[in-house]
């Protein structure tokens, strides 16, 4: 499996998929603010330093997959890659957020360590084909419509232009109306395509649009996952935190309370470094 390198000069460096650490990808869901960024990046840096965990901030700039046209979906491209390029400056560590268009691969480069697909646009060719000509690793979130070995398409897409910066992500696929399953087989499934496999913890318990105008979702089943993915192998873990999920202003349901980050990734730095 490749090693994958995150990270330059300007920030902390690390590679994912060598199992020497633990990675971590969080932070809110949706910019809210720039102090909220701040607070969270300044909490998990410390925290992660602590417990000895490599660490990537992310935040989305704009939410574009919401379910309802009343839903807030972030302060844009412009506002929000200008914040992420000062969390990135303050801290030194590296960012990551998502793209829903191929016009903004280009501009969210510039910033961005990881540029994201999300999971409904994983098949999405020129948003896929955009992303891979940055100079930025992809991270690809499988769809919860595709088998494991499946993904294998995509990463084709992107080593078509030469890069191999690649991360793959399990998010669960969909069991019926409104519901998700995680199968982790999927992770050494994927891996086994030559890659580094991510769990999305926290986007994995979403039942999508299953409160109607948003969806819905568990912090304590996003837990277990957590967990459960480390067990099975995952080279990392992307999670969704905040101080207080409850007034969040995206994805409130399934987001982990900030307070209850350290427990966990106790837990699954203590399971990680058992398999190492």
């Known amino acids: 499996m490749?090693?994958?390198q995150i990270g330059n000069g300007s920030t902390t460096h690390f590679n994912i998929g060598d199992r020497n650490k633990l990675v971590l990808m969080a932070g809110p869901c949706v910019i809210e603010s720039k102090e909220m960024c701040f607070q969270i990046a300044e909490t998990l840096i410390k925290l992660c330093e602590k417990l000895d965990i490599h660490y990537v901030f992310k935040a989305s700039f704009d939410k574009a997959n919401r379910s309802s046209m009343e839903s807030?979906?972030?302060p844009g491209i412009i506002e929000g890659i200008d914040i992420l390029d000062q969390v990135k400056k303050q801290f030194k560590v590296p960012v990551l957020s998502d793209i829903h268009l191929p016009e903004q691969a280009a501009p969210a480069s510039e910033v961005l360590d990881i540029i994201q697909i999300p999971a409904f646009l994983a098949r999405q060719t020129d948003l896929v084909a955009a992303a891979a000509q940055t100079s930025?690793?992809?991270q690809i979130k499988k769809a919860q419509f595709m088998a494991p070995w499946d993904i294998k398409n995509v990463i084709n897409k992107i080593t078509h232009f030469g890069n191999e910066n690649i991360l793959l992500v399990e998010r669960g696929?969909?069991?019926g109306y409104n519901r998700l399953v995680c199968d982790m087989t999927s992770i050494p499934e994927m891996q086994s395509l030559g890659y580094p496999a991510i769990m999305d913890a926290t986007h994995a318990t979403?039942?999508?649009?299953?409160?109607?105008?948003?969806?819905?979702?568990?912090p304590d089943f996003?837990?277990?996952?957590?967990r459960s993915a480390t067990a099975a192998g995952a080279d990392g873990l992307f999670i969704e935190t905040h101080p207080n999920p409850s007034e969040a202003l995206s994805d409130a349901t399934s987001m982990i309370p900030l307070n209850e980050m350290e427990a966990l990734l106790t837990q699954c730095r203590d399971i990680f470094n058992c398999l190492k």
């Not at 979403?206 to 568990?218: D, R």
């Open 2 to 4: 490749k090693t994958i």
């Open 72 to 74: 807030f979906r972030g």
């Open 136 to 138: 930025s690793c992809v």
């Open 173 to 175: 696929v969909s069991f």
């Open 206 to 218: 979403q039942t999508p649009s299953g409160l109607g105008g948003q969806s819905g979702g568990s």
């Open 222 to 226: 996003g837990k277990v996952l957590a």
